[in-house]
DNA sequence: CCCAAAACATGACATTGGTCATGTTTTCCC
DNA sequence: GGGAAAACATGACCAATGTCATGTTTTGGG
């Protein structure tokens, strides 16, 4: 299910230490909402974006900050994360190569970040000022349709979580989890999917609302079942089916 | 802290037996998307839009169903639910007189409904097909940027209750449920804050992810300490600060 | 106004998952 | 390649919440 993603995510995946170059324009062949604008507009859009590198511990922005920018992950993996005053956190999304954040309402009027942007790793940023941004929506209504058209799949995936910590128990939040990236991330190999990015129990107990030790126990016992193999670094869906029939039982 | 919506939203609240009539023309006036419109798109707009009233048991749309219509609350409270195979729902959303609802994605493909929408009581729905709403953001640049910021409150809605679904206590969600609604929609009185739509322990369960013995566990307890009085039909905040504080620990 | 249905309530018990403690393995950086 | 730090692992215990059963109160339609 992974296999028609391969030959794109490929080259702008971060790989274990050489990182291949990524031309902006690659990316943004890749992206709905630039391939619909004009030449025109595009060569326009390309002098307003500038890119900055961030690293592991490093902060794209967080809470609270005022949102001045309009972005779009170009190489590795971001995390959207929110924390509550006594040091837990959520992580709300990973975002991947070609993803677009704060396309939305804090961009125009003066609001400020909700959460935390993290990189997962090294990643390499695009960023656009906000009135350069809105001002392309004005002038192209496609490309305002297009950004509607892509946080209306961002809500309904939100709503989809939503359910899922509603209802569901913590294995099948995790299982839910694992299908999830493997069916949009996920390298097909010989033993299974791999998921490509560095993933370990903490992370994925973020995503899924657990303690740390609640996943290492059911990831233990996923092991055991022979549903996945190995850790943080080199993740691999032996089962996928059996995966995707607990989480949606 | 709802004062200023109390003149805004009395008149559009179902009240106890006899509902008021709306005119399409002072709810349209109150939505930041048609309020940008010239005249001449407004009347326009007024050809495109038709009427439907719903009861108690019936359903605006299922999930799975074709996304055909954009839909606007005239009156009445709609909500949106998700339900698993083994009979469990998960509320997302009520949506209030003025809100829009499918104005993304599925209303372009030919995506379908993500789950259902029913109404609490009796409600009255305004619908336009896609293809009108289409070429009216089409027409509208600035219509189409009103959608985002709309779209993007939602999805930060969302975001805010995945991070309480995967952090908090179910008597923490269930305070989060009630100050929000109280700042959103409550009405004030002598004795606190009205709560102005019928709102079974069931009803307050699906929203928060917890079973009806449980909110009623907890409802008991709110009200031994104050906090809250009444039931379904006649809900009060009687110490919203405290409800809040327990909410954001 | 009456009565059936819905909503609310409460107890006993089972299960899930959190907390804390302690130990092992892996990773990664110098 | 060696050592500290991070990640992984597991047990014991307990708090939170689900489940099931049973009973009372409230509501709303005829």
Same mark, same amino acid.
């Given at each position: 299910?992974?296999?028609?993603?391969?030959?794109?995510?490929?080259?702008?995946?971060?790989?274990?230490?050489?990182?291949?170059?990524?031309?902006i324009d690659?990316?943004l062949d890749?992206v709905p909402l630039f391939n619909i604008l004009s030449r025109q507009d595009r060569q326009r859009l390309l002098q307003d974006l500038s890119?900055?590198?961030?690293?592991?511990?490093?902060?794209?922005?967080?809470?609270?900050?005022?949102?001045?920018y309009f972005h779009i992950?170009?190489?590795?993996?971001?995390?959207?994360?929110?924390?509550?005053?006594?040091?837990?956190?959520?992580?709300?999304?990973?975002?991947?190569?070609?993803?677009l954040?704060c396309c939305d309402a804090?961009a125009f009027?003066?609001?400020?970040?909700?959460?935390?942007?993290?990189? @997962?790793?090294?990643?390499?940023?695009l960023r656009m000022h906000k009135s350069a941004y809105f001002s392309m929506l004005k002038r192209n209504p496609d490309a305002a349709i297009e950004v509607i058209k892509y946080l209306?799949?961002?809500?309904?995936?939100?709503?989809?979580?939503?359910?899922?910590?509603?209802?569901?128990?913590?294995?099948?939040?995790?299982?839910?989890?694992?299908?999830?990236?493997?069916?949009?991330?996920?390298?097909?190999?010989?033993?299974?999917?791999?998921?490509?990015?560095?993933?370990?129990?903490?992370?994925?107990?973020? @995503?899924?609302?657990?303690?740390?030790?609640?996943?290492?126990?059911?990831?233990?016992?996923?092991?055991?079942?022979?549903?996945?193999?190995?850790?943080?670094?080199?993740?691999?869906?032996?089962?996928?089916?059996?995966?995707?029939?607990?989480?949606?039982?």
């Open positions: 299910m992974a296999s028609e993603r391969d030959p794109l995510s490929k080259p702008l995946t971060i790989s274990s230490s050489k990182r291949p170059p990524v031309s690659a990316l890749r890119e900055t590198r961030y690293g592991k511990n490093d902060f794209i922005f967080r809470e609270g900050e005022p949102s001045e992950v170009k190489e590795g993996t971001v995390k959207c994360v929110k924390s509550t005053s006594d040091g837990k956190e959520c992580t709300l999304k990973m975002l991947m190569p070609g993803d954040f804090a009027d003066g609001a400020s970040h909700p959460g935390n942007a993290q990189p @997962m790793g090294n990643v390499s940023i209306g799949n961002r809500l309904h995936e939100a709503q989809e979580k939503n359910k899922i910590l509603a209802l569901d128990r913590a294995d099948q939040r995790l299982a839910a989890l694992l299908t999830d990236l493997g069916t949009r991330n996920g390298i097909n190999e010989r033993q299974g999917i791999r998921l490509p990015m560095r993933l370990t129990r903490q992370d994925m107990a973020n @995503m899924v609302g657990a303690t740390t030790e609640t996943v290492i126990r059911i990831m233990s016992r996923f092991k055991r079942d022979r549903l996945i193999s190995g850790t943080a670094n080199r993740l691999v869906i032996l089962d996928f089916d059996r995966l995707k029939t607990l989480a949606s039982r």
